[in-house]
């Protein structure tokens, strides 16, 4: 369902959130100097944005025939896209404003899917 789906994208970009903050502020991540810790968290930080792009495509795909929510999965999906390929271009150069925007991109994304949860969960009671 649309609820579910939108629960999960939440879940998984709260994870997103706390192993971001741990790749920049606790391991202090550099580009050109892996650690085992670093390259770990790293990893299951691109796992669970690629879960994250392919859940809000499904997500995007499921929506559009209820059209409770207009543009709002599109939106999410294009914030999402534009936040992996932002730490992308963090991860190669160390760039601080592709830090920046992808920040602000996962900040966009978790309130665009949290207002659509509020959305969807008034419009079934």
């Known amino acids: 369902t649309i609820e579910r789906s939108l629960k999960w994208i939440i879940i998984l970009l709260l994870a997103e959130f ?9 391991i202090n991540f550099q ?6 810790l670093q ?3 790293l990893a299951f930080h691109i796992i669970i944005a ?7 495509i499904a997500h995007a795909i499921t929506a559009r025939s209820t059209r409770i929510l207009g543009l709002k999965p599109i939106k999410g ?10 730490g992308g271009i963090s991860t190669d150069n160390g760039n601080s404003w592709a830090v920046l925007i992808m920040a602000l991109c996962f ?19």
């Open 50 to 56: 690629i879960a994250l792009i392919v859940g809000s």
């Open 18 to 26: 706390i192993l971001g903050i741990l790749l920049t502020n606790v």
């Open 39 to 41: 390259t770990t968290v």
């Open 77 to 86: 999906l294009f914030f999402i896209v534009a936040a992996f390929i932002a």
């Open 31 to 36: 580009p050109n100097n892996h650690s085992t």
């Open 107 to 125: 900040g966009a994304a978790i309130t665009n899917y949290g207002l659509s949860y509020i959305k969807v969960k008034a419009a079934i009671k």
